[in-house]
């Protein structure tokens, strides 16, 4: 297939149109615009609906509505605007309704900066709403995947009736790479039997995250808890990179996972077995295949755009029995870590025998 | 059977869920359903309805309108009902809300729903009170009134006045319906009726977005009985909250 030279964000927004999106609600934010402006363009050739929302707390309840009507509909935005969604998340993951969100990550906290971070992880992949819920996230690391992912995100949510929250990166959104615009092969879904549409023809449906009956939050939380679980067991996904023989295994997702992969290249030419372990389904994380790295005895370098978040995911996974190190690079101008920056690391934690 | 048959004059609408209500005594919520039932039915759309229940006492809507409903967040159900109505563009979307929810945590929504002129229908549920939560002070407090977080009485030095949606909204080039009504009684339920109507009347012909408050009464969180509640809202709030129609179009703008 031929390749075409494409810009992250627009990559995103392409794929969601041959994705069967037709529904998009958003407020502009740096660096994420180009998906708005790309759908503005385009969704009207189609008969599709962009709306331009009076705040992200519009817009996310715009999805919503539109997707409770059974329709694929998805908003974009960067932190701040991300965390105005919350509320929203929480509801649509209550009343289990589909929805597609991308954040294409600036820095935090408050309105930090608008370069590459990962200041989001906790609140992409905790969940920042309130309540017993759980959202897959997904973590792209070149234009390719921001195309091939979105296809999974619409897929994956309405699977399980969920919304999915796609974590990029200023980075990943605004530079270009060559796309190969493919469709992916996904199973058949299950029917949209529970959308609203009008109740012609049969009873009445509701559409709710209200349960004041003795006895039925818990039930459905637990009915929830069932559905994360067998997101767990389904949808991990993760890039293994020369871990075989590896001694020390970088962990990394999105944009620092490439850079790594550089200065893995570097030190295997060193003489340093080194590999790369990177999460692409940040929820649900690929925690046993970390757990069996750990078994292994590999010492693990964790690096990320921020002072320390899925390092956290990765002791989890690792326990006690792994080494575990943390080179961090929090967000600022020209902050990116050169994959010298990150050999430097992998010399430094590499495991004396 | 007998001759002298029994003939039901004014029988439940078909868009009204045949169970025992749960609100209080003198709760006005009951009625306004009725309205919109009543409503719903006159223009045939019941099968095409989808409802957006918002937070507070008037969530349990879902619980009587035979129509399809969604629950949106505290404040958000006009954001919800846009996006129902870009994705369903012939079915009769309508919200349903009180006035903590709408006059106060959901102004922005409410605002730019009403401006961009989406064709839904609003019902505003005011009793001057958030009822749920136990008679806080809501944006609709009238001055002087004691709730529980105004318990000296509503002092605009310290927070404001209370607000006029109906005129507020009305100036709106999307609002295409905007008016008041109480059914504290017989008289003003009639007038009320036709404002509900019209409400859902200027959706069902593209004109633009349909709003209607509905003074009502909480005669629990105000301490009184139902009859002090309804001469309450006769000889105080409507003379705050006047009733009328503050804007009505009669065809389409399309400047």
Redesign the interface.
């Known amino acids: 297939m031929k390749k075409k030279l494409v810009k992250g964000n627009e990559a995103l927004a392409q794929a969601a149109i041959e994705a069967g999106c037709r529904?998009y609600?958003g407020y502009p934010i740096t660096p994420q615009n180009d998906i708005p402006e790309y759908l503005a363009r385009e969704f009207p050739k189609l008969g599709g609906?962009f709306?331009q929302?009076?705040?992200e707390?519009?817009?996310i309840?715009?999805?919503?509505?539109?997707?409770?009507?059974?329709?694929r509909?998805m908003t974009s935005s960067s932190g701040p605007g991300i965390s105005l969604m919350q509320?929203?998340l929480s509801?649509l993951a209550g009343?289990e309704i589909p929805a597609v969100v991308v954040n294409v990550q600036r820095s935090g906290p408050g309105l930090g900066g608008i370069s590459p971070s990962q200041g989001d992880y906790f609140q992409a992949t905790r969940g920042g709403g309130h309540g017993d819920y759980r959202t897959p996230v997904l973590a792209p690391a070149s234009v390719q995947e921001m195309w091939d992912l979105t296809f999974l995100a619409f897929d994956l949510a309405d699977r399980y009736r969920n919304p999915v929250v796609i974590l990029a990166d200023a980075m990943l959104g605004q530079m270009k790479e060559p796309l190969e615009m493919r469709k992916p092969e996904l199973p058949p879904l299950p029917a949209k039997d529970w959308i609203?549409?009008?109740?012609?023809?049969r009873d009445?449906?509701?559409?709710?995250?209200?349960y004041l009956g003795e006895g039925e939050l818990e039930k459905h939380c637990w009915r929830l808890w069932a559905k994360y679980e067998e997101i767990k067991k389904k949808e991990v996904r993760c890039e293994a990179y020369r871990i075989e023989d590896a001694e020390l295994v970088v962990v990394a997702f999105g944009s620092p996972a490439r850079i790594a992969k550089g200065a893995i290249m570097e030190a295997r030419e060193q003489g340093l077995k080194v590999g790369l372990l990177r999460p692409i389904t940040l929820y649900p994380y690929p925690e046993k295949e970390l757990a069996d790295l750990a078994d292994q005895g590999k010492t693990f370098l964790v690096t990320e755009l921020n002072v320390g978040q899925m390092v956290e995911d990765v002791r989890m996974a690792a326990g006690r029995r792994a080494e575990v190190h943390f080179y961090g690079r929090p967000p600022g101008a020209g902050s990116l870590p050169s994959p010298e920056d990150i050999l430097h690391e992998i010399r430094e934690t590499y495991p004396a025998r | 059977m007998s001759e002298t048959a029994e003939k039901l004059l004014n029988p439940r609408p078909e868009s009204l869920v045949d169970i025992p209500t749960h609100f209080c005594p003198g709760c006005h919520h009951g009625i306004v359903h009725r309205l919109v039932a009543e409503a719903i039915d006159h223009f045939g759309l019941r099968e095409k309805a989808i409802g957006v229940a918002c937070v507070g006492c008037s969530v349990f809507l879902y619980n009587y309108l035979n129509t399809d409903v969604v629950e949106a967040p505290h404040g958000r159900a006009p954001a919800v009902a846009t996006g129902l109505r870009r994705a369903l563009p012939d079915r009769l979307i309508y919200t349903y809300q009180g006035d903590g929810d709408l006059a106060a945590i959901g102004t922005s929504e409410i605002i730019h729903a009403a401006n961009r002129g989406e064709p839904i229908t609003v019902v505003f549920v005011n009793n001057t009170t958030y009822g749920m939560t136990g008679g806080q002070m809501a944006p609709t407090t009238l001055l002087g009134q004691k709730t529980t977080t105004s318990p000296y009485g509503r002092d605009f030095h310290q927070a404001g006045y209370p607000i006029k949606m109906a005129e507020f909204l009305a100036p709106l080039e999307g609002v295409a319906f905007s008016a008041r009504g109480a059914v504290d009684r017989v008289a003003n339920l009639k007038r009320t009726r036709k404002l509900i109507f019209r409400a859902f009347e200027v959706q069902v012909q593209r004109l633009g977005f349909g709003f209607v408050e509905v003074l009502s009464a909480c005669p629990t969180n105000w301490g009184m009985t139902p009859i002090e509640a309804a001469k309450r809202v006769e000889e105080e709030m409507i003379p705050y909250f006047p009733l009328g129609i503050f804007k009505e179009r009669k065809e389409a703008d399309h400047l």
């Open positions: 529904f609600f609906t709306l929302a009076e705040s707390i519009g817009s309840n715009m999805v919503l509505g539109a997707s409770a009507a059974g329709m509909a509320e929203g509801y009343s609203l549409e009008g109740c012609q023809g009445k449906r509701l559409l709710k995250s209200l």
